[in-house]
Structures are given as C-alpha cells and as structure tokens.
C-alpha cells in the first residue's frame, strides 16, 4: 500500500498466513483486520477496496491489518469456501489484536466472512466499529448482525452491483432491521469511486 506497509508471515490453521501491516504515525487506537474477496476469483490483500478501507482506518489512527486467506499469495492451505477462512481470519485477529480495541471490516467473499467472526466472537471481545462492503448475500449465508451492533455498523452496498445484487443484500438486512447505505449507479468494485467509499468509511470509523 505504501513504503511503510510491513509485510510479515504467521502461523495460521492451515500453516502459514501472509499478512501486509498499515500502521498510523504515533500510538495506533487499536487493530483492524481487513479481509479480501473470492480467493477463486482474484480475491487478495492487494486489492483495491481493501487497500482503501485499510487507509480509511490508518486515517483514523488504527493499525490495519490484511492478509491473504489460504492458498492466496504466501499464504497456505487451499480454498474451503468459508469455513477455513474463517479460521484464518479468527487466527490473525489473535496474532495482531489478542486484546485491546478491535475493528473488523470486509470486501464482498471478506463481508460474508467477516460476519461469521463477529458472530464467533461475540461475547469474548467488543467490536469497536464494523465495516461490510459489498457484502456477498446472493452466494453465501451471511451470518446476521447483533442488534447491540447495529450502531457500529456500516453496510455499503452499489446499486447496480452485477456480482451481488442489492436485492440479495436488502433481504438479508431486512429481517434484521439493520440499514444499507447504497451508492446510486455504483457496481460491486466502485470503480471510479474509491474516495467517496473512504470517506465513508472514515465517517464511520471516526464518528
């Protein structure tokens, strides 16, 4: 992301995970761990709108956090589509952010698994603030929002996303009552628009 990033490996479930490190000039609030699309479908650390909520967060004073999931990148293992990731994602939340404020965000595939680590950790750690983009309802089963999260939430979603119809993402929040932003005209990788998609993101984190 920049000449500051810090790339590091640890150890995950399925051997080893590559991780690329942001941290924010003086003591960082906290960790956010970021996580990336579809690993089949070009899915990594390095991809565009991951790379933008992680700036969101270093803006923020956070030391963001991405990785590659399994079998992406240095990372080990092959695809278990979902389950292994989620092992992973919960891995690295240990190895970076053990204790103390804790940020989860992710990105389309990332949104789906992400949502399962807040479910996994619900009751053991507090999320600070919640970030899901592009969120993957229409292929997977994205696990439902607390309620005592829903104002730390922010769900982000393009109108015309080709990839994961709004439609999809409205009935997986209906039932919840947990409100989507959408972006008029935007698709599922907001092409064009990544600053206005920071900056809502730093509205978020910052508010």
């Not at 399962?116 to 970030?131: E, F, K, N, P, Y």
């Not at 972006?183 to 809502?200: D, E, N, R, V």
Request: charged share 15%; with cysteine.
């Amino acid at each position: 992301m920049n000449s500051q990033t810090q790339a590091m490996l640890v150890p995950g479930p399925a051997g080893t995970l590559e991780l690329a490190v942001d941290s924010p000039a003086g003591e960082a609030k906290g960790v956010a761990v970021v996580a990336h699309p579809h690993p089949l479908f070009g899915g990594s650390l390095g991809n565009k709108v991951v790379q933008t909520l992680a700036r969101a967060f270093v803006q923020q004073g956070w030391r963001a956090v991405r990785f590659n999931f399994r079998g992406v990148g240095q990372s080990t293992g092959e695809h278990d589509a979902g389950r292994g990731e989620l092992a992973d994602l919960l891995a690295v939340v240990q190895s970076q952010a053990a204790q103390g404020p804790l940020c989860l965000a992710g990105f389309s595939f990332g949104a789906f698994v992400t949502s399962h680590a807040v479910q996994a950790l619900s009751g053991t750690r507090d999320i600070h603030r919640l970030l899901l983009v592009g969120t993957a309802a229409s292929r997977f089963d994205v696990a439902p929002v607390a309620p005592e999260l829903h104002e730390r939430t922010l769900v982000i979603h393009g109108e015309a996303d080709d990839t994961v119809p709004l439609a999809d993402v409205l009935n997986w929040a209906r039932p919840q009552h947990l409100p989507v932003m959408v972006l008029p005209g935007m698709g599922h990788f907001f092409h064009g628009q990544l600053p206005l998609l920071k900056a809502l993101a730093v509205r978020h984190i910052g508010h």
